[in-house]
């Protein structure tokens, strides 16, 4: 299905759900949960997070979607919701410390001399349930993807997930076209610089 | 030397190779340089095996979809509206019935009310009695409201003008204890944003799914999903650490019993606000 047809359904569904059809929300989640879920994950890295955070974007939308205007498109808003709840579950797992925090002083690229930000840094070792069917380097690059500074990280991690252009990353982050793709390759040159490969 | 070329000066850059791996915006001189560059088509390769890597384990468990559609549908019922029911024209016809019916009760209740109210009110004057005033009413909002809601005996308790529980001989008031919506907003301000900000998330308990939005220099947005005792009891740590609660709605430090706790989920939609940006 292409995308201007995903989206030609998406508003009857709503139309539908507006008029009290139930079932129609039912066949959203169907359709968008999973795009939900690998946004989480791929900011989150773990499945329990990842489960806890879509299952909030949908009980959000659940809420709003009677005063959506459709102004933007359905899987747009719904992205950003995603992002920004995932962003939230993040900083909230640093808050509470429910992993080990590394905080390194590290200046991102391109800023100035005695203009560097404090980077928090989530260790994310896999359990040794998770290793399972993981081999060394998939380990080794999803605990490195983490370490990278949140803009490379989330820029190539909404890369990563299907059918996600340059256009709809940078409409959901906010950013130019030319800045995303910039981000994206960045993010895969330390990648490639750390893993030494 | 070979013929494939390794000269790093003609390559193109990182970001060029990295397009050419999403497939977007490909460049047919970037495409035939790489196939005859080694280290290019090294790179290329190196891009494309992490993003193999980096993309492991991005399925959902298979009952995602069902467990949503569960969570939606026990957090947030939503009532079907009156539009389906209404297109039936025999339910259209009984609903119309029911109404004209409650309509006409409700007349000659009221008419039979006035009536009974204008006798009472005539008593005390027949009586040659003169009518006391309270010289301290309890605030009107402790008060039920002035309508026909139906007030159940356990929701009332009795109490003096402070709201606190009547004793002796003081002025008595019945006072309703309230069920708090299903949404609460509140602005508190602090001393300082950052570390007020990180004490209130260290506060709540794992289950409360905070938001946090950024809404300017000096304000900042918190959503949270607290059962009723547990914001009672967040909303009085938050006062003894003190904050200044700048809202009216309950519950408010100190008035625990105006609250009728049945442990319904709430949102607490709260604003920090830094004090200094407030006296600027």
Same mark, same amino acid.
């Given at each position: 299905m292409s995308k201007t047809e995903t989206a030609k359904e998406d508003r009857e569904l709503i139309a539908r759900f507006k008029a009290g059809e139930l079932e129609a929300f039912d066949r959203l989640v169907e359709k968008h949960s999973r795009r939900a879920y690998q946004i989480a994950y791929g900011v989150l890295s773990s499945k329990e997070d990842a489960e806890e955070v879509s299952q909030d974007v949908f009980i959000r939308i659940y809420r709003a979607l009677p005063k959506f205007r459709g102004e933007s498109e359905f899987t747009t808003w719904m992205y950003r919701i995603a992002m920004n709840l995932a962003r939230n579950k993040y900083r909230w797992n640093k808050s509470r410390g429910s992993q080990r925090n590394i905080s390194i002083d590290a200046p991102l690229?391109?800023?100035?001399?005695? !203009?560097g930000r404090t980077l928090d840094v989530v260790e994310t070792r896999l359990t040794p349930d998770a290793q399972v069917g993981v081999d060394e380097f998939e380990q080794r690059a999803m605990a490195e993807l983490q370490q990278l500074p949140e803009l490379y990280r989330e820029a190539l991690v909404l890369r990563n997930i299907? !059918?996600?252009s340059y256009e709809d990353i940078a409409g959901l982050l906010g950013c130019k076209l030319g800045t995303i793709k910039s981000r994206i390759a960045r993010a895969r040159e330390e990648l490639r610089k750390r893993l030494a490969v | 030397m070979s013929e494939e070329n390794t000269d790093a000066l003609r390559c193109p850059g990182n970001q060029a190779l990295s397009e050419l791996v999403d497939g977007e915006n490909e460049l047919p001189n970037v495409s035939r340089h790489v196939s005859d560059c080694v280290r290019c088509k090294d790179v290329v390769g190196v891009y494309r095996k992490i993003d193999r890597a980096t993309r492991h384990d991005m399925t959902p468990p298979e009952d995602l979809a069902d467990r949503i559609k569960q969570a939606c549908r026990e957090v947030a019922p939503v009532k079907k509206p009156l539009v389906l029911w209404w297109t039936s024209p025999s339910l259209r016809v009984a609903a119309g019935l029911l109404i004209t019916a409650m309509l006409a009760a409700l007349a000659m209740n009221v008419a039979r009310d006035s009536k009974e109210f204008a006798l009472a009110a005539k008593e005390p004057e027949r009586m040659g009695a003169v009518i006391a005033r309270n010289?301290?009413?309890?605030?009107?909002?402790?008060?039920?409201?002035?309508?026909?809601t139906v007030v159940q005996g356990d929701e009332m308790r009795v109490v003096n003008a402070q709201g606190g529980a009547a004793t002796g001989n003081t002025y008595a008031s019945i006072q309703r204890q309230v069920v708090l919506p299903a949404e609460v907003k509140h602005v508190w301000t602090v001393e300082d944003l950052e570390s007020a900000e990180k004490y209130f998330l260290s506060a709540l308990?794992?289950?409360?799914?905070p938001t946090v939005r950024q809404l300017g220099p000096a304000r900042t947005g918190l959503t949270v999903f607290l059962r009723d005792q547990q914001l009672q009891a967040l909303v009085e740590g938050l006062a003894a650490k003190r904050w200044d609660l700048v809202a009216s709605a309950l519950p408010q430090p100190r008035k625990r019993n105006e609250v009728r706790f049945v442990g319904r989920p709430v949102l607490y939609d709260v604003q920090l606000v830094e004090k200094r940006r407030v006296r600027e």
């Open positions: 690229d391109g800023s100035r001399e005695g !203009e299907k !059918e996600m | 010289p301290n009413p309890a605030p009107a909002a402790a008060f039920p409201a002035n309508d026909r308990p794992a289950s409360s799914r």
